[in-house]
């Protein structure tokens, strides 16, 4: 931007579009924040959550990071703002759902089938955060969107070893919802549990799935863990 035209845009927010708004965040200050919904996305500029839900002040209690990862519980991998965030959206807004969004063309994805720059230490370590998405193969265009839709996936499977994540999806009082957001398209797909498959959302029932069980084999075959015959869970 050229100048100070950033100055000017803050500006022109204060003067312009929060007039409209003033009486919504008088009442989000007032009654503090009461977010149904933690979305966890992609920080690629072109993802834009609000865009895509129809969601305003106060709906989405949102984190954003490289690749929309979901570091372990167990604290492994460090401290970490994105496991900090999971745990208060849960314990205290008491989030409904909780949204895992990864999108086409992913930096972060490709990232992981090509060298990261050697002085990007904390780039490289969270990486591996994605890393059993990737699949043995050349990334063709083909395997970068399977490997964004595996790593959405494997990020699912993370925020079930959160406890408290994992105890309210058992109880039904949180679902998880797995999104692929084609840029292109502006379309969201959205993970089916069911068949393991990611279905557009003009196409499928359902904006996620919940309670959450599968399990997802290296091969990124998903598995579910229900007795085929019965229909049971094990
Ligand atoms: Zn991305």
Redesign the pocket.
Known sequence: MPGDALLNRLRSFNRDAFPQYRQQFKTLVEDGQHPTTLFIG???SR?LPYLLTGAGPGELFLVRN???FVPPYDGSHGHHGTAAAIEFAVLSLQVERIVVC??S?????KALYEEVPAEANNLRRWLELGRDAALPVVPTPDALRRTEQRAVVLQLERLMDYPMVRRRVVEGQISLHGWHYVIEDGEVHVFDVESGGFVAASVATHSGTGPYHPYVEHDGQVLSDENPETGEKF
């Open positions: 992609c920080s690629d993802l490289v690749g929309a990864g999108h063309h992913c930096g972060a994805i």
